[in-house]
Nanobody
Framework: QVQMVESGGGLVQAGGSLRLSCAAS????????MGWFRQAPGKAREFVAG????????YYADSVKGRFTISRDNAKNTMYLQMNRLKPEDTGVYYC???????????????WGQGTQVTVSS
């Protein structure tokens, strides 16, 4: 089992940057495929980015490709999401998640953080 806490959210102007962190507890962090999801008010939770167990493979939603970068440091039990050139439509609660499959589907993830709010003003 793994427990996760996100941090780094906040209010930023369009075009700005934020770096989210997801700190995980437990010694099995490296055995999980990790992902970032987000949920805007009134909308379904959507996949943002995913990263393989070793960090060698990364996956992105088309809407963030070229602007966001996912990474992980297994020695620190931490995953990151560097978000550049932010847009108002990036606003939402961002969640980190851990699962056993390479997947963009939320139901394939077993463990979730509590979320961190990202607000991008125009």
């Amino acid at each position: 089992q793994v427990q996760m806490v996100e941090s780094g959210g906040g209010l930023v102007q369009a075009g700005g940057s934020l770096r989210l962190s997801c700190a995980a507890s437990g010694r099995t962090f490296s055995s999980y495929f990790m992902g970032w999801f987000r949920q805007a008010p009134g909308k379904a939770r959507e996949f943002v980015a995913g990263i393989s167990w070793s960090g060698g493979r990364t996956y992105y939603a088309d809407s963030v490709k070229g602007r966001f970068t996912i990474s992980r440091d297994n020695a620190k039990n931490t995953m990151y999401l560097q978000m550049n050139r932010l847009k108002p439509e990036d606003t939402g609660v961002y969640y980190c998640a851990a699962g056993n499959y390479t997947s963009s589907a939320s139901h394939h993830y077993d463990y979730w953080g509590q979320g961190t709010q990202v607000t991008v003003s125009s």
